[in-house]
């Protein structure tokens, strides 16, 4: 009997460790995917250059024990660039949003995530609206060679006309995303040598960002509403 409840225990458990391991290992990718701050050891020493040295921005996880971490750095010109790199699950440590520190550099990517964010969705965003730019010239093309629906050659003239005041938009926006990033990353670099020269402005930063979201959130509204007519109109081209 002993001997049976022996080997039942040998059989049992590392099939219970597993299963705590494993359930350990879900709750952190969990806490990975539902933050937006984390910091990742030997992250420093593989990149030496990082202003934010082993703090990143978490994008994905890859079949439970890697994860995709981005890391804003500094090019010796001046620009931002996005250093897109893969660690192990034991490697990373979350840093819940809400936590305090002294520290300027969690601070800095902390207020830096949803700017990067919102950076990394401008792009695909302004790839639509170029797309929209073709589509709706194609069809102010058809249109003009229409006897029944040439009198919206001027409507479409217009869209084409709100389209590229769209695209310059987004490239103001662009601008504006990495200008704010590119101070963010100089004042860190600047505190490491003069910490009293870190000027932290929370209310200007956070007018600038909430001025640069309403404006990006007006773009995105623009563009579905202008969306929207190409679809109307390339019903009416099709009945025609």
């Known amino acids: 009997m002993l001997q049976r409840f022996l080997i039942i225990l040998v059989i049992l458990v590392p099939l219970v460790i597993a299963y705590l391991v494993n359930e350990k290992r879900k709750a952190k990718i969990k806490q990975i995917k539902n933050n937006t701050v984390v910091l990742v050891k030997g992250a420093e020493q593989k990149y030496p250059s990082l202003p934010l040295k082993n703090y990143g921005i978490p994008l994905m996880v890859r079949r439970q024990n890697r994860v995709q971490v981005v890391f804003p750095r500094l090019t010796p010109e001046g ?55 073709r589509k709706i010239n194609d069809l102010a093309d058809l249109v003009s060679t229409s006897d029944v629906y040439s009198v919206q050659v ?17 490239e103001q926006l662009q601008k504006i995303y990495v200008r704010l990033i590119r101070e963010a990353l100089i004042g860190v670099k600047v505190a ?12 200007a930063f956070e007018l600038q960002y909430q001025r640069m979201k309403e404006e990006y959130q007006h773009l995105k509204d623009v563009a579905h509403a202008y969306s929207q007519l190409l679809n109307e109109s390339r019903n009416l081209a099709s009945e025609e």
């Open 154 to 170: 001027a409507t479409y003239e217009k869209a084409l006309l709100e389209v590229e005041k769209l695209l310059r938009k987004a």
């Open 192 to 203: 490491e040598y003069n910490p009293d020269r870190l000027i932290v402005s929370h209310l």
């Open 79 to 133: 620009d931002v660039e996005y250093i897109y790199s893969w660690h192990p699950l034991n490697d990373v440590e979350v840093i819940e949003q809400n936590s305090k520190t002294n520290d300027p550099k969690l601070t800095t990517i902390k207020e830096l995530a949803p700017i990067i964010h919102e950076h990394w969705q401008l792009e695909p965003e302004m790839s639509v609206l170029e797309e929209q730019y």
